[in-house]
């Protein structure tokens, strides 16, 4: 993990796990203020934001992008707190919530990740993560590197 990642961490520990997550994923998903296509050919905008309400010739503002990454997160730490049986830390929250923004929720609720979780495997729930590194079947460097990330924070101390 990338030291100003790890300091920017530290600092959102003060606050909730979705505080974390928001700090993984502007760090992984970098921000563009106008949409594009991604990978899979979705329109995209700000952190990775998709969905039916992303305009094609708009140029979002900062503010607009903040309010659909929160938007987006809150949507993604339901998910967690709604499909997650065991316990978990702030920071196994904050990676999952991260996992989910990338991958989606229904990705999510038929993985092996989560059967695993909830069968009290957190560690192999962990190393799940790193299954999930490819866009359009190749193995993508920067799912690598992300999943890296969010099974560090996954992992059980």
């Known amino acids: 993990m990338s030291p100003d990642l790890k300091r920017r961490l530290v600092t959102a520990m003060a606050g909730s796990a979705?505080?974390?997550?928001?700090?993984?994923v502007q760090w992984h998903e970098g921000m563009m203020h106008k949409p594009y296509k991604d990978g899979g050919d979705v329109l995209t905008v700000c952190y990775g934001h998709t969905g039916k309400?992303?305009?094609p010739s708009k140029r979002y503002t900062?503010?607009?992008?903040?309010?659909?990454l929160e938007r987006d997160l809150k949507a993604a730490m339901v998910v967690v707190e709604t499909h997650v049986t065991v316990p978990l830390t702030e920071m196994q929250k904050a990676a999952?919530?991260?996992?989910?923004?990338?991958?989606?929720?229904?990705a999510?609720?038929?993985?092996?990740?989560?059967k695993k979780?909830?069968?009290?495997?957190?560690?192999?729930a962990c190393d799940e993560m790193?299954?999930?590194?490819y866009?359009?079947?190749k193995v993508s460097k920067g799912l690598v590197n992300r999943r890296a990330v969010e099974r560090e924070l996954c992992l059980p101390d």
Do not use: H, P
Not at 18 to 24: E, F, P
Not at 62 to 68: G, R, S
Not at 108 to 114: D, G, H, I, N
Not at 117 to 124: E, K, P, S, V
């Open 18 to 24: 979705v505080a974390i997550a928001a700090v993984l």
């Open 53 to 55: 309400e992303v305009t």
């Open 62 to 68: 900062d503010a607009e992008c903040q309010a659909l």
């Open 96 to 106: 999952l919530t991260s996992f989910i923004y990338n991958v989606g929720s229904g």
């Open 108 to 114: 999510f609720a038929r993985s092996t990740l989560l």
């Open 117 to 124: 979780l909830n069968a009290g495997d957190m560690r192999g």
């Open 130 to 133: 790193r299954r999930w590194k």
């Open 135 to 137: 866009d359009e079947g």
